[in-house]
């Protein structure tokens, strides 16, 4: 069974701009949840979306924004990038939320 | 916040079984212990969780003690591919982790 795959890899913005990232999560996964890892604070958990809906949401700003497809696939948006946002942002899928989770690779992203 | 609280770092040997300590004394009833480890920037890879008895798999083996409040990694063989940071989790929804700063273990041949 393929993993969680996340698009793109790498990405380079700039202050001000916004971003898109994607992540396709295992085949019958329904939940998936975001987090930023940053050197500075370590993993942090962003959000949560089951059925398309937000169920848990973390301590960041509006800036940060995501979204769930009916086939579960999520993206999550961050608008007018700041230098703080560079970070490797990983998500994770469960079948439904109340079990292990499993990782992505996670999407690198830097603001210039 | 991350509730659990891991040694910063510890060595082991390249053979010898390397055991990872991790605190979480204000666990509830509820909550399982989750690990999982992260290689060099990688996505975290899951381990192995519990709730209150051992646990074994084909990748570690979980110790919790019978209070709950701490539980212990072991990885029977360590080899140079464990080198990672490991984390440690409570959690009662498996879909909202928060992280610590996990123990980096560096096994040395």
């Known amino acids: 069974k393929a993993g969680v795959t996340q698009t793109p890899r790498y990405l380079i913005k700039t202050r001000g701009q916004q971003v898109t990232l994607s992540c396709s999560p295992i085949?019958?996964?329904?939940?998936v949840s975001w987090y930023q890892q940053t050197p500075g604070q370590g993993l942090q958990f962003l959000f949560e979306y089951f059925s398309e809906t937000q169920r848990n949401k973390g301590n960041f700003p509006g800036r940060f924004s995501g979204r769930q497809f009916s086939n579960s696939r999520s993206e999550m948006n961050v608008s007018t990038l700041e230098l703080g946002d560079s970070a490797l942002y990983l998500c994770?899928?469960?079948?439904?939320?109340?079990?292990?989770?499993?990782f992505g690779p996670g999407t690198r992203l830097l603001v210039l | 916040d991350a509730k659990t609280t891991q040694p910063t770092s510890m060595d082991c040997a390249e053979g010898r079984a390397a055991n990872l300590p991790c605190n979480h004394s204000?666990?509830?009833?509820?909550?399982?212990v989750y690990w999982y480890r992260q290689i060099h920037s990688q996505g975290p890879q899951y381990i192995i969780h519990g709730l209150k008895n051992n646990e074994t798999n084909e990748m570690a083996s979980l110790i919790i003690t019978e209070d709950r409040k701490s539980s212990t990694l072991i990885l029977p063989h360590a080899t140079l591919r464990d080198t990672a940071v490991y984390y440690c989790i409570e959690s009662n929804t498996g879909n909202q982790f928060y992280f610590g700063t996990g123990t980096s273990l560096t096994v040395i041949p």
């Open positions: 085949s019958g996964h329904r939940s």
């Open positions: 204000t666990i509830s009833g509820n909550e399982y």
């Open positions: 994770a899928s469960s079948l439904a939320g109340a079990e292990t989770q499993y």
